[in-house]
């Protein structure tokens, strides 16, 4: 890209790999480039966050996201309305995946990338094919009609022909495929090193290198 994104819309589905999603969420938060995130997240990604960051209902979801290491392994729901009441970071704005009409929802509104982290397979087959009944896959129609850049960072194992169809789909309508899969040979220390050094991947390929990244020097 000519010029680093400054307005970006993450989206979140129902497949496995939440701490991916924490660990773009908390780079975007703290990279001056990124004035605006409009963030969705589908029912089932909520489904996936209350199993992998013990985090419940909708309230102030990022910010659940964002400090959900400071939380308590068993959350209570004491500690629940606690960090829901707490105010979100500024640059994000939540977004109902039912809200088709929403400003994401046209080609019209300065949306510079879109990344859906983890995308399902499900999720894949819809935006590969046409079918934006929600608005993940209308935010990720319009990327694809506006020539905008779209990552699907898609988690399934192993992979149908009808996965890898739709993948070749959408990549040949402009995606990038860019699956859920870390890298082990820098020798991360924990998981969120090593999801931490994905969204890392992830940003540079938008334009957004991350100064702290692990670089390959041979």
Not at 123 to 139: C, K, P, Q
Request: hydrophobic share 40%; aromatic share 6%.
């Amino acid at each position: 890209m000519p010029n680093p994104p400054q307005n970006l819309t993450i989206a979140t589905t129902g497949a496995s790999g939440s701490l991916f999603l924490r660990q773009l969420l908390l780079a975007v938060e703290h990279d001056s480039r990124v004035s605006h995130v409009n963030f969705i997240a589908s029912d089932s990604a909520l489904r996936v966050l209350a199993e992998e960051l013990q985090i419940h209902g909708r309230s102030n979801l990022v910010g659940q996201i964002l400090f959900a290491d400071k939380r308590p392994a068993k959350t209570s729901a004491k500690h629940s309305a606690r960090d829901a009441s707490k105010p979100g970071p500024h640059k994000f704005k939540e977004q109902s995946n039912a809200d088709i009409g929403a400003n994401v929802a046209s080609g019209s509104y300065p949306s510079d990338a879109m990344v859906v982290i983890p995308c399902s397979v499900g999720t894949l087959a819809r935006i590969a094919n046409g079918i934006a009944s929600h608005l993940i896959e209308r935010s990720a129609d319009v990327c694809l009609k506006e020539k905008r850049p779209l990552v699907l960072c898609v988690r399934e194992t192993p992979l149908n022909k009808i996965h890898i169809r739709n993948m070749y789909r959408a990549a040949d309508t402009g995606a990038t495929i860019f699956p859920l899969i870390p890298a082990f040979y820098y020798r991360p220390a924990s998981l969120d090193e090593l999801a931490r050094e994905f969204a890392n991947r992830v940003l540079a390929h938008l334009g957004l290198p991350q100064a702290h990244a692990f670089r390959w020097k041979g």
